[in-house]
């Protein structure tokens, strides 16, 4: 890697974050876990409770941004959250 390769790298996983976290938006319950990005290659995963959005607004979106055709894989790992009960 170069500095400038290094530094286009970043780049594209921030915005890939960016978006990510705009095509979530105010569903309660999701959480966005993770985003790998390599090359045209984007994966995301998600986890909680609720709809997930249609990934293919996602990856229009991702691809608008970027600038480039991307491959997604978006992993939702339903969840449910527990606390104890109080003594």
Do not use: C, H, M
Not at 30 to 39: D, E, G, Q, S, Y
Not at 58 to 67: C, F, G, Q, V
Request: charged letters at 20%; aromatic letters at 4%.
């Amino acid at each position: 890697f170069t500095s400038e390769g290094i530094i286009a790298s970043a780049t594209r996983q921030s915005t890939a974050q960016q978006v990510t976290e705009k095509w979530l938006g105010d569903e309660e319950g999701l959480t966005l876990n993770k985003i790998v990005v390599r090359a045209g290659d984007i994966q995301v995963t998600i986890s909680g409770e609720g709809s997930v959005p249609d990934v293919n607004d996602l990856e229009r979106a991702l691809e608008e941004a970027l600038n480039t055709n991307v491959a997604l894989v978006v992993d939702y790992f339903p969840s449910t959250r527990l606390t104890p009960s109080g003594p």
